[in-house]
């Protein structure tokens, strides 16, 4: 799963234009922008933007301006090209159309009709916090052929979990593992409107765009071992993962509109600088012995994916943002 021995390093830095950056964001972000520096790798900046009826188009450049305020840059991304063109997924449905082509061909997935309330109903239990209810496998059944007999926009593609357990080693942790076919269940790569879902596009952009590492928060381990059987299934080599602590509200819930306002362009109007926001998120990692203000170009020799793995998910609250200003 690690890169190979004289492979240069490549990262990615993916917002989705659904609302603005927040510092939990920021702080993915900046992890993963120190790992590939720290390795002397090269950074693509990729908009997953397939979630249309959240997509707020403006907010791609509003990403764009807040990274680029915080320190951080990339060597390709829809603002500079590059050789892995196109860097916007909405562009990139032809390659995951040929993908689910193949996936059809082999019977890996098949056409499920059934709602989130069918779903629910059938289902006896919630698995995975943020993830819902386990598929019963109501329409597991169906073949890839009997989507001609289904009306076009009444199914889901999902993907056929496997026995095999999906397992990964993440430096300074243990070996991870997940029983997906009974933790799980079988997931979407497809939906009704024939888009692509989250677990496939991302699965083929990265696989496309030589990715070596992935940097993201501990609320999408489920999701990594979901991708790790489409990784399986299409004979891919898959990244390294890294699994960030998230950064959580009072509630000891993770950032969301109810901890109110933590957009980094509030952060920004309210006159926080980018230093000082840099030295508190690197702290809150682990990766730098106090807040006092500094660059992230700064922290890239300290940088320790061990020190990272130690730490805990941090409270960003009215405290937290005193302390900034």
Avoid at 134 to 145: D, K
Wanted: hydrophobic share 35%.
């Amino acid at each position: 799963m690690a890169q190979e021995c004289g492979q240069q390093a490549v990262g990615r830095l993916a917002p989705s234009p659904t609302g603005a950056l927040h510092v939990g964001n920021a702080r993915t972000f900046l992890l993963a922008w120190l790992s590939i520096r720290k390795s002397g790798g090269r950074l693509i900046l990729r908009v997953e933007d397939l979630d249309s009826p959240r997509i707020k188009p403006e907010t791609t450049q509003y990403a764009i301006d807040d990274l680029h305020w915080l320190g951080l840059d990339w060597e390709e991304g829809p603002d500079r090209g590059g050789p892995h063109e196109p860097y916007v997924q909405t562009a990139r449905t032809a390659i995951y159309d040929e993908v689910l082509a193949e996936l059809r061909s082999r019977e890996l997935i098949y056409p499920c009709t059934c709602s989130r309330n069918d779903i629910a109903q059938a289902a006896s239990a919630p698995h995975w916090e943020h993830e819902g209810f386990l598929y019963p496998g109501t329409c597991a059944q169906r073949t890839a052929r009997d989507a001609e007999s289904l009306p076009p926009g009444t199914f889901a593609w999902r993907f056929r979990t496997t026995d095999e357990v999906s397992r990964f080693l993440e430096r300074g942790r243990e070996e991870r593992t997940c029983d997906v076919k009974s933790e799980l269940g079988d997931f979407v790569v497809a939906k009704k409107d024939g888009t692509a879902a989250y677990q496939l596009a991302v699965v083929v952009d990265d696989h496309a765009m030589d990715i070596t590492q992935v940097v993201r928060g501990d609320d999408l381990l489920a999701s990594t071992y979901r991708q790790l059987q489409l990784y399986q299934a299409l004979d891919w080599e898959p990244p390294e993962f890294f699994h960030v602590p998230l950064m959580i509200g009072p509630d000891g819930h993770r950032l969301a509109k109810r901890h109110g306002d933590t957009r980094i362009s509030t952060l920004r109007g309210e006159g926080v600088t980018a230093e000082r926001l840099i030295g508190w998120l690197a702290c809150s990692a682990g990766i730098h012995p106090s807040a006092n203000p500094c660059t992230a170009s700064s922290l890239i020799d300290r940088f320790d994916w061990e020190q990272v793995a130690d730490s805990t998910p941090t409270v960003f609250d009215e405290t937290s943002r005193n302390e900034l200003r």
